[in-house]
C-alpha cells in the first residue's frame, strides 16, 4: 500500500451529491440548467472516473480490502459507489440522451456490483442484528436502502423493458426492508449506548435517514406503483423526519460552535457532509418529480409549489458551502505540502 494514493472510500457521495443537483434542484436556476448544464455533467463525468479509477484500484489491494469488508458498518459505504453511478448516468442521459446505448452498459454493470454489494449487505446485516451493541452503527448503513432503490431509478429512465412486478417491485420492497433493518439498529445504537454525546456521537450520516426514504419516494414516483394518496402520505412522513433530523442537526452545531468555536465546530471539512448535500437534493427530486406529475396532484400542490422555491436555494447554498469548505481543505493540504519540501 505504501505506493497506492489511498482515496476516502466515503468519495462516492461527492457524486451523488453533485450528481442529484443537477438532475433535479438545477431546473430552478435556468442560468445554470441551460448555460452550464452540460459543461457542469462533463466535469461531474471527470471527477466520477478520478473517484472510480482510484477506489477500484485500491479496492483490489489485499491490505485495503480484507480490513474493509471485514468492517460491517463502514463496508456500507460501497452503496455510496452503486448510487455515484446510479445518479451520473441519469444526469448524462438527461444532458446527452444520445449516449443512452452506453450509458445502459454502465446501468447493468453498476447493476451487477449491486448484486455484488447485495451479499454483503444481508452478511453484515445479520452480524450487527446479532451485536448491535458491539459496533457504533450510524447512518452509513442506510446507504443499502439508497443504493438498491437508485438502481430502481435508472432501471425506470434507462432500461424500461426490465419487468416492473418481478424485478422492480420486489427490489424495491428488499429497499424498505433493508431501511428497517438500519433503523431499528441506528435507533438500538443511541436507545442502548448510554455514554453517548451529540456533539461527538451524532455523525454527519445520520441525515439519511430521511435521505434514504427520499430516495424510496423518488423510486415509486418514477415507477408509478402506489396511489397519490398513498404518495402524499409518504411524502409528509419523510418531510416530518427531515425537520427532525435537521433541529437534530442544528442543535448539534449549535453545541459545537459554543464548545469548538466557528471554524473546528461546522467550518471544517469532512467527505461525511457530502451525504448532506445529497440528501437535500434528493428530497427536492422526489418532490418535484412529485409535483410535475399531474397523478399526483393534492391539496399540498400549492405548498410544494413555494417549498420548491424555497428549497432548490437551500440545495444550492448548501452544496456551494461544502464546495467552499473542500476548496479552502485543499488549499491548506497543498500550501502545507508545499512547505515541507522546500
Known amino acids: 500500500m505504501k505506493n497506492l494514493k489511498i482515496m476516502n472510500p466515503a468519495a462516492g457521495a461527492i457524486v451523488m451529491a453533485l450528481g442529484i443537483f443537477l ?3 438545477i431546473e430552478a436556476f435556468p442560468f445554470l440548467d441551460q448555460g452550464l448544464g452540460k459543461i457542469l455533467t462533463i466535469l461531474l463525468a471527470l471527477i466520477g472516473i478520478v473517484i472510480y479509477t482510484s477506489l477500484t484500484r485500491q479496492f483490489l489491494h489485499k491490505d485495503f480490502l480484507v480490513p474493509f469488508l471485514n468492517n460491517p458498518v463502514n463496508s456500507f459505504v460501497m452503496g455510496a459507489w452503486i448510487a455515484g453511478v446510479s445518479v451520473l448516468c441519469n444526469v448524462i442521459i438527461k444532458y446527452f440522451p444520445g449516449m443512452t446505448a452506453f450509458i445502459q452498459g454502465v446501468a447493468i454493470v453498476n447493476t451487477c456490483c449491486w448484486v455484488f454489494f447485495l451479499g454483503f ?14 459496533y457504533s452503527i450510524h447512518g452509513v448503513i442506510l446507504l443499502s436502502t439508497v443504493a438498491t432503490q437508485s438502481l430502481i431509478i435508472v432501471w425506470v429512465e434507462i432500461l424500461p423493458f426490465l419487468s416492473k412486478d418481478t424485478l422492480v417491485v420486489p427490489v424495491m420492497y428488499l429497499g424498505l426492508i433493508f431501511y428497517l433493518c438500519g433503523i431499528f439498529l441506528i435507533g438500538t445504537r443511541y436507545g442502548k449506548e448510554k455514554q453517548w454525546t451529540l456533539i461527538e456521537d451524532w455523525t454527519n450520516t445520520n441525515c439519511i435517514i430521511h435521505g434514504a426514504l427520499s430516495i ?3 423510486a415509486i414516483v418514477s415507477s408509478q406503483l402506489m396511489s397519490s394518496l398513498v404518495v402524499m402520505i409518504f411524502w409528509m412522513i419523510v418531510f416530518t423526519l427531515l425537520v427532525i433530523v435537521e433541529i437534530v442537526e442544528i442543535t ?7 464548545e469548538y468555536g466557528w471554524r473546528r465546530g461546522i467550518f471544517t471539512y469532512h467527505i461525511s457532509q457530502w451525504s448532506r448535500n445529497f440528501t437535500f437534493g434528493m428530497f427536492y427530486a422526489f418532490t418535484m418529480t412529485m409535483h410535475e406529475n399531474s397523478y399526483y396532484m393534492s391539496s399540498l ?16 447554498l448548501a452544496l456551494l458551502g461544502e464546495i467552499g469548505l473542500w476548496l479552502k481543505s485543499n488549499w491548506q493540504w497543498m500550501k502545507g505540502k508545499k512547505e515541507s519540501t522546500a
Open 252 to 258: 448539534r452545531a449549535v453545541k459545537r460552535i459554543s
Open 301 to 316: 400542490y400549492d405548498f410544494h409549489d413555494t417549498f420548491l422555491t424555497l428549497w432548490a436555494w437551500i440545495v444550492l
Open 23 to 25: 438532475y433535479a434542484a
Open 216 to 218: 424510496t419516494g423518488l
Open 121 to 134: 449487505c444481508v452478511y453484515n446485516f445479520k452480524q450487527l442484528l446479532k451485536w448491535p451493541t458491539s
